[in-house]
Each structure stands twice: as C-alpha cells, then as structure tokens.
C-alpha cells in the first residue's frame, strides 16, 4: 500500500483537503473519555494538521506523539507502521494497552487494512464503554457545473489505473463492512455524508489531482493522464491558474463502538 504514494508524498502533503477540526470535536463529544486517541495509517500526517495541537514531539519508535488537542483535551498517538504490523502495537502503546483507547481514527486508509485483522486489535484496544472508531474517506470534488462536467471526464480516463481497493472509496464506502455499534456518525451500509471546503487556485488543485495513484500509476505505465490537454481544459473552465474558487470534497463517515 505505502508504495502507491511515496512517490508522490509532498504532492499529497501539499494538495490534500485538510478535515475540518470540528470533527474532531464532534467525535471527542461522542466519547466518555479523553485520554489516549489512535490515528491509523496517518502517512504524512495529513490528518493530524486538521486540528490544533500544543505539543508535537517525535519518537524513536516510529510513532508521533501529539498532545494538548483542542477542544477538548485529548492525547493523540499517531502511528507510522504499515497495515502488516498491527501485531506491535499493543506492545507500542506503552502508556495504556488495551481498553485504553477512547478514539482511533482512520483517514483514507482503512481500504488498504487486512480488516477482520485490524477490527479484532481496534476491538481490544477501545475503552469499554465509550470508546469510539471512526473512519471515513473523501471521493469527489465539486466546483461548478462547467468544471465539474470535464473533471468527470478526466476522472473517467483514470478508472483503469486505480487499485482494485479503491472502489470501495468510489462507492463512499457503503460496501465497507463496520461491525460496530453506531453512534450516530454513520454506520454499516449509511455512512455519515460529510462536505470537506476548501478554498483552491487551480494550481493547488492540480497538486491534489497529481498525487492520485492512479495518475502516478498510469505514468509508470507511460500514460499521461494529465498531459497538456488535459490541464489546459481543466485550466480554462476553471478560470485560470491563479484564480482561488470554493471546492468541495464529499467525505463520508462511519463511526461506532465496540458491541457489548
């Protein structure tokens, strides 16, 4: 999985929506406790820069330790193992072990994860009761109807490129299965729909676009996706390289806890 996007790491660092830190709010509300929270598969840490954090420090392990999130007060515990490693975390978290976890946050990754493997470790490491799961992805981008009509265009000529995983992205992760107890963020089949704003030139949209797998694929293939075309239409219906618009990226959310 972390092969698909090393090539492409600041590209994604730099073009990726950020989630609106009243999400977190918004899970943190739905959990009894705010000790110890887990973001899985955090890569760059994108998801980490969505919220505003007092103390960042890192560690030896190959873990990032964030503390002081506001609101309301949370110690976060990011992880940069690959999916296969799951067996090492309980060792890792040190500081509680299991039923200690009151959150564990999963952004655009959990399609990659072996998942009756990692359900059966989030299961074990969640406080009971009040601990919660949540996951969600993002899968499109609106703007306006002119750009919105030749980004599916583009969109469309990318299909063939993507891992076979991705679809359960597409799809808002619909078919994903949860075998938790909702919440009241989604749940197994209805995920929570989430909007992602974000204000982009067209130059940081390309950015975003140019970090997809599948475009980075496709050239390893000797597809161009975006070739010189192809940016200059996306350009033009934009309105220019430098012209900021309103974007939003349509997230969806599952979030639940362990059943008892």
Not at 181 to 192: A, F, H, I, T
Not at 199 to 226: C, H, N, P, R
Request: with cysteine; glycine share 8%; aromatic share 12%.
């Amino acid at each position: 999985m972390a092969g698909l996007f090393d090539k492409q790491a600041d590209l994604y660092l730099d073009g990726r929506p950020t989630y609106p830190a009243r999400w977190y709010s918004m899970l943190a509300d739905h959990t009894l406790h705010h000790s110890l929270a887990w973001d899985v598969g955090t890569g760059n840490g994108q998801a980490a820069l969505s919220a505003s954090y007092a103390l960042c420090c890192s560690r030896p392990d190959g873990l990032l330790l964030v503390a002081g999130f506001k609101p309301p007060p949370v110690c976060r515990l990011f992880s940069r193992l690959v999916a296969e490693h799951y067996e090492q975390v309980l060792e890792l978290i040190l500081i509680g072990g299991e039923n200690s976890v009151d959150l564990v946050t999963v952004a655009q990754a959990v399609h990659w994860f072996d998942l009756p493997k990692f359900y059966s470790l989030v299961a074990r490491l969640l406080r009971k009761p009040g601990g919660v799961l949540a996951v969600w992805c993002y899968n499109d981008a609106v703007v306006s109807p002119a750009f919105d009509s030749a980004f599916k265009r583009f969109h469309d000529s990318t299909l063939p490129f993507w891992h076979p995983n991705a679809q359960l992205i597409f799809e808002g992760y619909k078919r994903l299965p949860f075998p938790f107890e909702s919440v009241g963020l989604g749940s197994e089949g209805k995920p929570l729909e989430l909007d992602i704003p974000k204000e982009m030139s067209f130059d940081g949209f390309l950015k975003m676009i140019s970090s997809w797998s599948a475009v980075v694929t496709a050239k390893e293939q000797g597809v161009d996706l975006l070739s010189q075309s192809v940016v200059k239409e996306l350009e033009t219906v934009w309105g220019g390289s430098k012209l900021v618009r309103s974007v939003i990226c349509k997230a969806f959310m599952l979030a639940g806890k362990v059943k008892l």
